[in-house]
């Protein structure tokens, strides 16, 4: 089963922008175009201690780009260090904040300020992005298994008895993939015989389900990144990205969640870090039972 995936300096002027996006890449993104499919292919056969890239050196990639299309293109070619997943973490990133940015009603110049930076930051067109997508869905649907923390990630989605989910889970916790640590939050929810992702997720005994407990969660796994080595200072993505897109901003990841939570009224802020910091000592304990969720009825 596939499964579509999932985190700054000051905003630059539209004129050398645009000059940084006028590159060759729709060719290279595109080449394989008109070309057979290949077979998929099969797991890797290697053991996975000899296979598994430097996930701490993907973060600290992510953490300091500059341009995350200049790391895309860097890293697509590099499945064996766990590129395709980093891939597929940028283009969830930058999926809003192509060039050029689509107007949003706001009075708030933090948040305009914040949608520049995320743009230059990202350095997309809209050309470039779907050009991106297109190349990583290829590589996905007939190289999954080239990049290890990715195919840990297949391992888990396909995964049919609570034994093979176990092992699963435990392979992802002890890769310390940064970018992997959602695929612990299972969602389950059968359409039909096949499971719909999103529609509710699971950790630690418990199951959220709706559009609110669904968010919570993912804020506090958010939170939760920041402990586990995300950068989440006022100049990051992840900072970056709660301004830009929620009008939340502060001079860290906490400080925006908390002001944007605490601004609907009441304190809502405090649960949600301590549930951040239940996801952050779980996983750093690799507690399998934590993230297992019981079988479908």
């Not at 292919?41 to 992510?62: G, H, I, N, T, W």
């Not at 940015?101 to 949608?115: G, H, K, V, W």
């Not at 009441?266 to 000592?281: I, N, S, V, Y």
Request: charged share 20%; hydrophobic share 45%; with cysteine.
């Amino acid at each position: 089963m596939q499964r579509q995936a999932m985190v700054v300096s000051g905003a630059i002027s539209v004129l050398v922008l645009c000059a940084t996006l006028l590159t060759p890449w729709h060719a290279k993104s595109l080449g394989w175009q008109g070309q057979s499919e290949p077979e998929p292919e099969p797991p890797a056969s290697a053991p996975l201690a000899q296979q598994r890239p430097d996930a701490p050196a993907l973060l600290v990639k992510f953490n300091r780009s500059a341009s995350y299309r200049s790391l895309f293109d860097d890293v697509i070619d590099r499945p064996q260090q766990g590129g395709y997943l980093l891939a597929s973490a940028i283009l969830g990133v930058c999926k809003k904040f192509t060039v050029p940015l689509e107007p949003i009603q706001t009075t708030n110049p933090a948040q305009a300020n914040a949608r520049a930076q995320m743009a230059a930051r990202c350095a997309m067109t809209e050309q470039n992005y779907a050009d991106a997508s297109a190349q990583w869905a290829y590589e996905r649907k007939f190289h999954a298994r080239r990049d290890p923390l990715l195919s840990l990630a297949y391992d888990l989605w396909e995964a049919h008895s609570e034994p093979a989910r176990a092992a699963a889970i435990g392979a992802i916790l002890e890769s310390g993939n940064p970018f992997g640590i959602e695929m612990l939050l299972r969602d389950d929810d059968l359409d039909g015989g096949a499971v719909k992702f999103g529609a509710r997720l699971f950790f630690a005994g418990h199951w959220y389900e709706g559009e609110d407990a669904i968010g919570r969660l993912r804020d506090a796994m958010a939170l939760a990144h920041c402990d586990l080595g995300l950068e989440c200072g006022a100049h990051a993505s992840a900072t970056l990205k709660l301004c830009a897109e929620r009008g939340w901003c502060g001079d860290s990841v906490a400080d925006a969640l908390r002001r944007g939570l605490d601004a609907k009224g009441g304190a809502h802020f405090h649960p949600l870090a301590k549930l951040a910091g239940e996801l952050a000592k779980e996983i750093r304990n690799k507690n399998v039972s934590a993230f297992l969720a019981p079988p479908l009825r």
